[in-house]
């Protein structure tokens, strides 16, 4: 007959390897937010099935110590088994829709840099890697208001200003945006056009995103300049 601290010790080694896959979850999902290599991003979802078949493992493990121990250790058992939830509901959302949001935003960067030259790629690519799925729609949409001639001269030379004084806060890596930026020869719907990538990196935007009417358009721009100034 096995002895109470066998049992004890089991439970121990449980919840230490629960805590230990959580930390690979949490690890696997941040690869996720920021990769764009759908071949990474089906290796990550491998990954979080073998974790499902983990939890498969632990529940029936916890569930045989949990006749062992109700009685000695209710408070760890309670633990142990919420750590198991939250794990298994974490894979469920990953798993379900959380992955497929992640490959639409590697669809969207791909669809923003079509926009550009391979010159311009060069300037904005490591940008896009860095935008999530609503920065990415409000990029695009402020790309499409340019292109569709619904944002103004004056609107143009008043973002560009305002970005000209963000400039100090740019890293180094974005030296190539402040001498666009700066550039004389350069129209302002191009600058624009190259730098409004930057936007959503400089400013928390939560206002509306649907784009489609000039009214939203121009609320959106003046939020965004206001915004920007604020900083």
Not at 157 to 164: H, I, K, S, T, Y
């Amino acid at each position: 007959m096995k002895s109470l601290g066998f049992y004890e010790k089991r439970l121990q080694d449980l919840e230490n390897n629960i805590t230990e896959d959580q930390k690979l979850l949490k690890q696997y999902e941040d690869v996720l937010r920021y990769e764009s290599d759908p071949r990474a991003i089906g290796r990550c979802e491998r990954e979080i099935e073998r974790q499902r078949e983990s939890v498969t493992h632990y529940q029936q493990e916890y569930d045989e110590l949990k006749q062992e121990l109700i009685d000695y250790q209710p408070t760890q058992l309670l633990y142990v088994e919420r750590q198991l939830q939250q794990m298994d509901d974490k894979i469920n959302v990953l798993l379900k829709g959380q992955i497929a949001i992640y490959k639409n935003q590697h669809q969207m960067r791909q669809a923003l840099l079509e926009r550009y030259n391979a010159s311009e790629k060069a300037i904005i690519g490591s940008i896009t890697q860095q935008l999530n799925q609503t920065q990415l729609v409000l990029t695009e949409n402020l790309l499409q208001a340019l292109d569709n001639n619904m944002v103004s001269e004056p609107e143009m030379q008043q973002m560009l200003a305002v970005l000209e004084e963000r400039l100090p806060s740019l890293p180094p890596s974005q030296a190539a945006i402040a001498k666009i930026i700066k550039d004389p020869e350069m129209n302002a719907r191009h600058k624009l056009k190259v730098t409004l990538p930057i936007i959503p990196m400089l400013v928390e935007y939560e206002g509306e995103l649907e784009l489609g009417s000039e009214f939203n358009i121009k609320s959106a721009w003046q939020q965004l300049v206001t915004k920007l100034r604020r900083r």
